[in-house]
């Protein structure tokens, strides 16, 4: 049987948020390093406490009145310490110093389906990310400077925004070039989290105990398994919302012929030689995602058809929410999905969305501007882009509801976990956190915040149960 391993941390996902709080739990801790920062009142407060370390402070008390562009105050406050004047465009120093001490590491285990980087290892690689370079580093690891002393004869990042490859790599390097490995379980799933019965858990010191049971491939087939069990006070939910596609649920959706990931889209290149080639390619989509296929497809000359349900005048279109200047390619998709007449092999349906998909080939579109107006096109491929979930399948569904609206299941845009503000708890079950995507994170300059919120709250627990030690022992 299978021992029961004691952790203080289980992190579950090794994407930008679980190898950022495993930094910080290895010892890793963040202090002010006298900068004078541009918010006076925020300068005033780090002026107070510059000895100890931002985890040992109340972030409460320091996040207080900032503003920024993240719902979650942890968050916005590391932005802005990190990145203090960045939605002025203004490159602002940080005015955070990172110190290690291995006395101060905590024992945690970060847990994930793929190599560090998380979701980054399974994108378009050639894809520029949304974010400027700078904004997609971690703790300590300039990934200009790193990029510049890499062996490879070409960087990345010749611009301000840098291909998704060279991200996916920087994440890959950051876990062996800071010693973060060992915390590392990589290639490894999550099959439950349970919480132990509250007698055994107070007989052990704790008011809240999970055990967190899965299974690591150990070899390069995935056919042999181990198995891991883990039993802590602490679980952090850190997964994104890149795990389960959403689906169009129409007739036809299952055809083999049918996709929901962009990472398909390269399979249909390779095949662009052979006689199976794709005559005609439909895209589902009005997201980044659906520009990124429809400017990949139409670089090697794939007919497209591209569907969306929204109007290309929508404000919450994201194509309207993005300045042009900096995101050229995707204002070139915007003005195709405007006006497609003028562009040879790209035909767009706007307002408009798939009725079925037969297995000949054919699909239906309905206009949603023109009452029940129905478009017949014959297709070889139909790559479905319309957003992606997570996978929350090894929680304990029928007792555990984690959202804003606990009665219904987790969404990132519409019903993040419910968390305290100031630590990333659950609202409704202690000892589970959620950092990144699931409570709203969206950007890896914000998910680290929630990192910073969950690592000083464990520091703080760990502190505070040191002391009531002491003072047991001392009576």
Wanted: some cysteine.
């Amino acid at each position: 049987m299978e021992e029961e391993i004691f952790k203080d941390v289980v992190i579950i996902g090794n994407g930008p948020s679980g190898i950022t709080l495993s930094y910080m739990l290895a010892g890793n801790w963040p202090y002010y390093n006298g900068s004078t920062h541009p918010i006076d009142f925020l300068n005033h407060r780090l002026q107070e406490n510059k000895e100890k370390s931002i985890l040992e402070q109340d972030l409460d008390y320091l996040a207080e009145g900032l503003d920024g562009r993240s719902l979650n105050p942890v968050s916005v406050l590391y932005d802005t310490l990190v990145h203090p004047q960045a939605d002025l465009g203004i490159d602002t120093p940080s005015v955070i110093s990172w110190k290690f001490d291995p006395l101060k590491a905590v024992n945690h285990v970060v847990i994930g389906r793929d190599d560090p980087g998380g979701s980054w290892q399974k994108m378009d690689k050639s894809a520029l990310t949304l974010s400027h370079s700078s904004w997609m580093e971690l703790p300590s690891l300039n990934i200009q400077d790193w990029d510049r002393n890499r062996i490879k004869l070409q960087s990345g990042l010749k611009q301000k925004r840098a291909n998704v490859r060279t991200v996916a790599n920087y994440y890959h390097s950051y876990v062996q070039s800071q010693g973060l490995s060992p915390y590392f379980l990589n290639r490894s799933v999550v099959t439950s989290v349970l919480p132990v019965e509250q007698d055994i858990a107070q007989a052990l010191g704790f008011d809240k105990l999970w055990r967190v049971y899965g299974y690591t491939f150990v070899s390069d087939s995935s056919s042999t398994c181990k198995n891991f069990k883990y039993i802590t006070p602490h679980v952090v939910l850190a997964t994104g919302n890149s795990d389960k596609p959403n689906m169009l649920n129409v007739e036809g959706e299952n055809l083999p012929f049918v996709s929901h990931s962009s990472s398909n889209l390269e399979t249909l290149i390779r095949n662009q030689k052979s006689p199976n080639k794709v005559s005609k390619l439909l895209i589902v989509g009005a997201g980044l995602s659906a520009a990124d296929a429809v400017i990949t497809a139409r670089f090697y000359g794939i007919p497209t058809i591209h569907v969306f349900r929204r109007s290309v005048c929508d404000p919450d279109l994201i194509f309207n929410k993005i300045p042009q200047d900096l995101y050229p390619e995707y204002y070139k998709v915007y003005q195709m999905m405007q006006d497609s007449d003028h562009y040879e092999g790209y035909k767009a349906y706007s307002s408009s969305k798939i009725e079925c998909i037969k297995p000949n080939g054919r699909v239906m579109i309905n206009s949603c501007k023109h009452g029940k107006e129905i478009s017949v096109v014959n297709v070889s491929h139909v790559l479905v882009l319309i957003g992606r979930q997570p996978d929350l399948s090894y929680l304990p569904h029928k007792a555990l509801k984690l959202g804003i609206n606990p009665d219904k299941s987790v969404d990132c845009k519409k019903n993040p976990v419910d968390i305290n503000l100031y630590n990333h708890e659950s609202v409704f079950y202690p000892g589970i956190f959620a950092v990144g995507p699931l409570v709203g994170d969206n950007f890896v300059r914000f998910v680290q915040g929630g990192c910073l919120a969950v690592a000083s709250h464990v520091v703080k627990t760990k502190y505070e149960s040191l002391l009531n030690c002491c003072a047991t022992l001392s009576e």
